[in-house]
């Protein structure tokens, strides 16, 4: 779809900032907006750039802008919000703010960065938060709602995590392991994730669609 409008969220992330990258790049896009904590010091005539704080942010349909779809790679650790209420407020509360203005706004789709595992029923308290998430998105009923969920991203992040560092090591020595059942637990590319995210906020699936290593991976192909 030419002339997309994007609004991205977590633009700063791993996988956000390659959805940056890419929605600027892409000529069917015609304005990107971003909503960051601190100025990313990027210049480009598409991009709007809002600095907000997003745990007092008020929003409201008057001030949401004008855009056709969402891409939503808003996360963080328990250690960094500081307690499981801040990592709940951060990864469910905000997100589901967002789209419920975001709907009402009349924006068709909708891409979220789940993960993999991703369960409200689940007694981790990690994949249940982001099994919530989905779900009450998922109740707005967007036109498109599409749900990547993705095992372990491989990436060169701004802090250092050094257990994920150590488990990239793993899985990528390990990947031949993962096949057929297992395929969907196999590390996949930040990059390609943000591919498949920009893709479907270009070419909007109908209704809801859950996609896990070998979806995500297609559909970063078609990008």
Not at 57 to 73: A, G, I, K
Not at 88 to 108: C, F, H, M, R, S
Request: hydrophobic share 40%; glycine share 4%; net charge positive.
């Amino acid at each position: 779809m030419s002339n997309t409008k994007l609004l991205i969220l977590g633009a700063s992330g791993l996988t956000g900032s390659f959805v940056l990258k890419y929605a600027l790049e892409d000529p069917c896009i015609s304005e990107v907006f971003i909503w960051v904590r601190k100025p990313l010091g990027i210049s480009h005539p598409k991009l709007n750039e809002s600095v907000v704080n997003f745990l007092e942010l008020d929003l409201n349909e008057s001030n949401f802008p004008l855009v056709d779809s969402v891409c939503c790679c808003i996360g963080t650790t328990i250690k960094k919000a500081g307690s499981q209420k801040a990592f709940y407020d951060t990864d469910v509360t905000l997100p589901q703010t967002i789209a419920e203005i975001a709907y009402k706004k009349g924006v068709n789709t909708f891409v979220l960065q789940s993960s993999i595992g991703a369960n409200s029923n689940s007694t981790n308290f990690y994949l249940k938060c982001k099994g919530e998430i989905e779900n009450r998105i998922s109740e707005l009923n967007f036109s498109s709602f599409v749900i990547l969920q993705p095992s372990l991203l491989l990436g060169n992040r701004k802090e250092s995590r050094l257990a994920e560092k150590l488990a990239m090591y793993l899985m990528r020595m390990l990947s031949w392991a993962f096949v057929g059942p297992l395929k969907k637990y196999k590390a996949i590319s930040s990059e390609h994730v943000a591919k498949a995210m920009v893709f479907s906020s270009l070419n909007p699936l109908p209704k809801k669609h859950t996609c896990t290593y070998s979806e995500i991976e297609k559909l970063a192909n078609l990008y």
